[in-house]
């Protein structure tokens, strides 16, 4: 969501799909319009290579994986087949070589397809090859709709961290003020300051912002 937050929450993963919608659109009605133009030997052959390469091996390892763990290979094929810089340059050495031509379509049409359409991006080594919910990632949309609210700001006061270490302060006066509840620091009380920060539970039927 932002430099310091690499992760999507499922409303933002809806709206990051829905740019890649518009473009596979936009690709379908450039096929559609010179659909007379399109040698569709080539741009079958460019739509299936991707896969061919990048995702059936991963899948077929996978799926024969008693434990669901795969060599890193796989997952550094399916990424770079499917991204959008490594087919760029394939289609710029295209019509360098062989000439620009209509059935170059396919490979954005896949790439566009495969993340608006299905929600696929890029496999990181952390979680499986074939999409498998994460309980951790659960507990963290838990945490952050938690945090959603319900007024009309955004977000709620910072809960404890997931380690249990004390919550660093929010707020313009949080380094300026001394609480009043503060114990000396030479009689191993805790000040109200440093004392976790209850997580607000999230509303029965609620939806993540």
């Not at 003020?177 to 191993?188: C, E, I, L, M, W």
Request: hydrophobic share 45%; with cysteine.
């Amino acid at each position: 969501m932002d430099q310091r937050n690499v992760f999507d929450t499922p409303v933002t993963a809806r709206l990051h799909r829905a740019e890649y919608l518009v473009a596979f659109a936009v690709t379908t009605g450039f096929a559609v319009a010179h659909l007379d133009e399109i040698r569709w030997p080539v741009a079958i052959a460019l739509f299936l290579y991707i896969d061919v390469i990048g995702y059936i091996p991963g899948a077929i390892a996978f799926h024969r994986s008693r434990t669901k763990q795969i060599h890193k290979a796989y997952y550094v094929l399916y990424n770079t087949m499917h991204s959008l810089i490594t087919q760029a340059a394939v289609i710029g050495a295209w019509c360098l070589f062989v000439g620009p031509e209509w059935a170059l379509l396919a490979i954005p049409w896949h790439l566009f397809g495969d993340r608006g359409l299905f929600g696929n991006f890029y496999k990181p080594f952390g979680l499986h090859f074939e999409p498998v919910t994460d309980p951790r990632y659960e507990q963290l949309l838990k945490e952050v709709a938690a945090r959603s609210g319900s007024g009309p700001v955004a977000p709620d006061p910072l809960p404890a961290p997931l380690d249990g270490a004390t919550a660093p302060a929010e707020g313009p006066d949080a380094d300026s003020t001394p609480d009043a509840g503060s114990a000396s620091a030479t009689d191993g009380s805790t000040s109200v300051a440093d004392r976790p920060v209850a997580v607000p539970a999230a509303a029965p039927g609620g939806t993540e912002r």
